[in-house]
């Protein structure tokens, strides 16, 4: 059971936007910044999104990240088939003193 | 530009301890901007976080962890360790080795991780 909450399972059609949630707490994503991973099949996680909706260099604008209050999403717009992928949101949390993850969400491109 | 390679033992027997290393070039593990951490994944799951240590020394552990589970580093080498002990076959996982910024407060590369099976 992962402290942060993300559905298993996403999808959508290339080109439509699909997003995915993360529900947390006070204790994480109510006091501290959201990351968000991207692992494709057989590599290692990619920092794709981090201090709630900023982008490392080199990931397209396609890729947003929003919070409110205990919750975050990620959402991808014109979707490609090269997005499918695990994806995971992490944050602190204050009270354990440590990151937690998400469980992750597949995302199939149909 | 900066890589993280692990390294050690694919194969642990059952209460025993499992050390891996990973290994830092094009950059130095001694830099102020970063903390270095340790993150796995049991086959088929999710990601664990496991603990992280500055070069100074300081540890930060999994709470569930805590009890079985050492971080150091070595700066003369560039390179900082795992020590998890009295383990058993739900440890059994792929490890992989992350630098997380102090300015980002984000895991931004890693290494591609190495599978360590925990069997007799």
């Known amino acids: 059971q992962s402290v942060l909450t993300q559905p298993p399972s996403a999808s959508g059609t290339p080109g439509q936007r699909v997003t995915i949630s993360c529900s947390g707490s006070s204790s994480n994503i109510g006091s501290n910044t959201v990351n968000w991973y991207q692992q494709l099949p057989g590599t290692a996680p990619k920092l794709l999104i981090y201090?709630?909706?900023q982008r490392p260099s080199g990931v397209p604008d396609r890729f947003s990240g929003s919070k409110s209050g205990t919750s975050a999403s990620l959402a991808i717009s014109g979707l490609q088939s090269e997005d499918e992928a695990d994806y995971y949101c992490a944050a602190w949390d204050d009270s354990l003193n440590g990151w937690v993850f998400g469980g992750g969400t597949k995302l199939t491109v149909l | 530009q900066l890589r993280l390679q692990e390294s050690g033992p694919g194969l642990v027997k059952p209460s025993e301890t499992l050390s891996l290393t990973c290994s830092v070039s094009g950059g130095s593990v001694s830099s102020s901007n970063y903390f270095w951490g340790w993150i796995r994944q049991p086959p088929g799951k999710g990601l664990e976080w496991i603990g992280s240590?500055?070069?100074?020394?300081?540890?930060y552990y999994s709470p569930s962890l805590k009890s079985r589970v050492t971080i150091s580093v070595d700066t003369s080498k560039n390179q900082f360790s795992l020590r998890l002990s009295s383990v058993t076959a739900a440890d059994t996982a792929v490890y992989y080795c992350?630098?997380?910024?102090?300015?980002?407060?984000?895991?931004?590369?890693w290494g591609q991780g190495t599978m360590v099976t925990i069997s007799s």
């Open positions: 992350a630098r997380r910024g102090n300015w980002n407060y984000a895991f931004d590369i």
């Open positions: 201090s709630d909706y």
């Open positions: 240590i500055y070069y100074a020394g300081s540890t």
